[in-house]
């Protein structure tokens, strides 16, 4: 399999999981507080986690800098990412302005992956983020209704997902092309647990840990756990470390019109047509991003 194919498989891989995790999450919070949902979620992730890195893979301390470094991307990429969507979302500010905001990320890489990582964004790729976005408003404005009953403070958090999302992605992409990256599991559990640690005092402050174990919630928890948080992150960390934070941030872009479709699947929510047309504005988008023109060989 050419290096090529292996990216498409698993970028195709990234969306699919990633996008489900919305739809798992809007099983689950009937059932519990964003944080708490979050916090059941990331604790059950440590322990499987610790116990298979004690198992199979060595070193379980991989030293102090290494530690330190995968718990606060961790805690950017997991707890403030998904605390402040699904915090915005459980105040009704309406999801499709959540994801409206939250697709200003990959926008937000491009302007900084040149200082932060030295890859430069090239025109087609500023070209390609601008028609994403595009795609991503068509879906979104097409859907917004006026009015609602969110507080102010709510329409902020999703900047907050935006702003943490894109640290965590730069930083990692940055270990990555030093050659400091950490084993995938190793990685994980030290992500995961900063994340419980930091969603603890909050869910427990702010929700009392009030939660329903219902076989539905149970469902939708070992769902956005095993699926989402170790098949999703990991695909996104390996992709960072196969390709430019740019081109993996521009897989968000499928975030709504493709969680729409699935809410259709899953819910038989409506999908109208300027679904299917923010759908293919965004593939155009992500396709100038990721395309990377053949050069010419070199004479002899």
Sequence with gaps: MTPAARYAILSGAFVLLWNSGFIGAEYGLPYAGPLTLLFWRYLALTAVLLAWVALFVRPLWPGRVEALHATW????????????????????VPAGIVALVVALQPLLTGALSGAVTGEGTSPLQWTGLTAGFCGVAIAVVARIQAGGD???WGYLLPFGSVVAITIASLAQRLRAHSGQALPMATLLLYQCGGSALALMLPAWWMEDFATQWTPPFIAALGWVTFAVSLGAYALMWRLLALADATRVASLFYFGPPVTMVMAWLAFGDAVIATDWVALAVTALGVVLVQWRPSRPASAH
Aim: aromatic share 4%; hydrophobic share 65%.
């Design 150 to 152: 969110a507080p102010v």
């Design 73 to 92: 991307t961790g805690i950017l990429a997991h707890a403030v990412w998904l605390g402040c969507a699904l915090g915005a979302i459980a105040v009704e």
